[in-house]
């Protein structure tokens, strides 16, 4: 008896899963109602804030939903704009001071909003090691992406590497469309200068990075 009754409540779920799926809405009311989530959690934000919940083009094309892949085109079409968003520092540095660049990778002050003001507290950071390795002495680092210790060590600082490592953290998605990585340039979370000083960060002999 006891096995018939739970034969009976695995066909009722069995039933009540495919009648959900029957219910469930499309991709874009999905979509949709997720933007609208996320704007209706702060209210009395300042407009520029709230702009940054709803998608631009190329993200709506790397959210598809149900595991699509991208298309060859979509993804050429995701590095033509991520190339086009590129600007360099005045005076074309890219690599600048590796001590300041190390203040900005493990910091992650961004702006504060309070009643509806941005309240520029302090100088923003980078929060790199949220997501990367960077000095090998540091043990409280995330690993979304890829460890960087020794990058600049293996790879050397020529010219062509300078320009790839800033040109990746200015807009990640011109080498790798649709990473996780934040396209922290292009989104205006930090400055061509600021960017210099974490490249140098990554390349410089002299940084932690690099240390033997
Ligand atoms: C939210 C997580 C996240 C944050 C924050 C982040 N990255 Fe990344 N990063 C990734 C991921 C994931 C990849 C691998 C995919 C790709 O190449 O875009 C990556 C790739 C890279 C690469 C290319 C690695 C290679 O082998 O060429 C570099 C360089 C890099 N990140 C540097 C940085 C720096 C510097 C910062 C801070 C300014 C930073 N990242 C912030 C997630 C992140």
């Given at each position: 008896m006891k096995r018939f009754q739970?034969?009976?409540?695995?066909?009722?779920?069995?039933?009540a899963a495919v009648l959900g799926c029957a219910s469930f809405p499309s991709a874009d009311e999905t979509r949709a109602l997720g933007e609208q989530m996320v704007a209706d959690a702060y209210?009395?934000?300042p407009a520029a804030l709230t702009a940054r919940a709803v998608q631009d083009a190329d993200?709506?094309?790397?959210?598809?939903?149900?595991?699509?892949?991208?298309?060859s085109i979509e993804a050429g079409r995701i590095v033509d704009?991520?190339?086009?968003?590129?600007?360099?520092?005045?005076?074309?540095?890219?690599?600048?001071?590796?001590?300041?660049?190390?203040?900005?990778?493990?910091?992650?002050?961004?702006?504060?909003?309070?009643?509806?003001?941005?309240e520029p507290v302090k100088q923003n950071g980078a929060l790199c090691i949220n997501c990367h390795a960077l000095d090998p002495r540091e043990v409280n680092s995330g690993n979304l992406g890829p460890a960087l210790v020794g990058y600049g060590a293996q790879r050397g600082n020529s010219d062509a590497v300078v320009k790839y490592t800033y040109e990746k953290i200015y807009n990640a998605w011109a080498y790798y469309p649709c990473s996780n990585m934040p396209r922290l340039g292009a989104h205006g979370f930090l400055t061509p200068e600021q960017i210099a000083d974490v490249v140098a960060y990554l390349v410089a002999p002299q940084s932690p990075v690099n240390r033997k």
């Open positions: 739970l034969k009976l409540a695995v066909a009722a779920a069995a039933l209210p009395g934000m993200q709506k094309i790397c959210s598809k939903l149900g595991g699509e892949k991208l298309t704009a991520a190339r086009a968003t590129m600007k360099y520092p005045p005076g074309g540095k890219l690599a600048g001071d590796w001590k300041a660049g190390e203040r900005l990778v493990s910091d992650g002050a961004g702006l504060r909003v309070r009643e509806g003001r941005v």
